[in-house]
């Protein structure tokens, strides 16, 4: 099992940047994937980013350009870089890994950009 701890969420102008972490402990040796997903108010949860085994990486296609996700090895963090903010990009951002076929997931961080 693993333990995710979210940070980095706030209020920013459209056209800002934010930049999320996620510090994984306990069985971080077994984690093969981490990313964040994201949930805005009345939409379902969809996938921002994810890293994969360290070195592959995937993105929506509405963020593509703008963020870039990167995972730490030593820390144990993986990090969500966003630039160019839109409002669009108003929502709860959640990390997770996943470990043997079971995904954990950290209790989320609001990112809010205002227009």
């Known amino acids: 099992q693993v333990q995710l701890v979210e940070s980095g969420g706030g209020l920013v102008q459209a056209g800002g940047s934010l930049r999320l972490s996620c510090a994984a402990s306990?069985?971080?040796?077994?984690?093969?994937?981490m990313g964040w997903y994201r949930q805005a108010p009345g939409k379902q949860r969809e996938l921002v980013a994810g890293?994969?085994?360290?070195?592959?990486?995937n993105y929506a296609d509405s963020v593509k350009g703008r963020f870039t996700i990167s995972r730490d090895n030593v820390k144990n963090t993986v990090y969500l870089q966003m630039n160019t903010l839109k409002p669009e990009d108003t929502a709860v951002y959640y990390c997770?890994?996943?470990?043997?076929?079971?995904?954990?997931w950290g209790q989320g961080t609001q990112v809010t950009v205002s227009s």
């Open positions: 997770y890994a996943d470990i043997y076929g079971r995904r954990s």
């Open positions: 306990g069985s971080i040796f077994s984690i093969s994937a």
């Open positions: 890293i994969i085994n360290g070195l592959s990486t």
